[in-house]
């Protein structure tokens, strides 16, 4: 009769309500303005990241989805309590479209701003320090929300202080449009091979975490580095509009509400 065990499937991306022909439009308009982006910068030979965070992990020895190729299943605690684990491991991940090369910096205490700007100027430094001496610009794309949001002020200072600044660069940001995040590049091309290579296996400790992270690779050429950031960050530091009026900061025409640059002050 046509019947066969499914599982659900996610096609439904916003509430038909809510969903005008003018978003849409908008919508369609943003993955046309990245792809061309995208183009310009790859013909100006500059460098392009994906960014975004993954779901925070617990550390401890909890079970993790996934199957693995053993004689006996591994025994994990049968409660997944927050005090029963050593810490936590929020992964923001730079995924760099040039080189396809990976880069996760692990917070241990909350996801914010900081932690993905200061996470980007990491990766900066320790990855691609030699070569970057000659780029001038960065174009970074990421998801609308979360710590690095499209309405983040935090973000934006933090771009400026910390990328403009100190290293003389612009910095070009397009996010994706809300309920879109699946096709940023990051999530098909990072994090679903470092689940792939981490399924099934307990994130016991910090060590295992990063082990797993760093021998992630694929028969493309992906190759990935992991650190581990020990900063305790704090949440809801308000930026006002007096320090938001001193950024230099220019919104494109197409979608500003999406698409800026934040140039040296």
Not at 17 to 24: A, D, F, M, P, Q
Not at 167 to 189: A, F, L, M, W
Not at 220 to 226: E, F, I, N, S
């Amino acid at each position: 009769m046509g019947y066969s065990l499914k599982i659900n499937y996610k096609k439904i991306e916003s509430n038909p309500k809510k969903s005008t022909l003018e978003s849409r439009k908008k919508r369609d308009q943003q993955f046309k303005y990245i792809g061309q982006m995208r183009e310009s910068f790859i013909m100006q030979n500059n460098l392009m990241i994906s960014v975004d965070s993954k779901k925070k992990e617990s550390v401890g020895n909890f079970k993790n989805q996934g199957t693995i190729w053993c004689k006996n299943p591994k025994e994990v605690n049968v409660y997944d309590f927050l005090s029963l684990a050593s810490g936590v491991f929020i992964p923001y991940g730079i995924y760099c479209i040039n080189t396809n090369t990976g880069f996760v910096v692990g917070g241990i205490s909350y996801n914010t701003a900081e932690l993905a700007v200061n996470a980007i100027e990491k990766w900066w430094n320790m990855v691609t320090n030699k070569i970057c001496s000659e780029y001038k610009s960065l174009l970074i794309l990421a998801d609308g929300g979360g710590s690095n949001g499209s309405k983040n002020k935090l973000w934006k200072l933090s771009i400026q202080n910390k990328l403009c600044d100190r290293y003389g660069i612009n910095v070009t940001v397009c996010h994706y449009p809300p309920g879109t995040s699946k096709y940023n590049p990051i999530e098909h091309r990072l994090f679903s091979e470092i689940s792939k290579n981490w399924a099934g296996e307990p994130l016991k400790d910090y060590e295992t975490i990063l082990n797993y992270i760093n021998t992630t690779k694929t028969k493309t050429g992906l190759r990935v580095k992991a650190i581990l950031d020990e900063t305790n960050y704090k949440k809801g530091i308000k930026v006002s509009d007096g320090v938001m009026a001193k950024i230099n900061i220019k919104y494109h025409e197409v979608n500003p509400q999406w698409n800026y640059t934040i140039y040296p002050s």
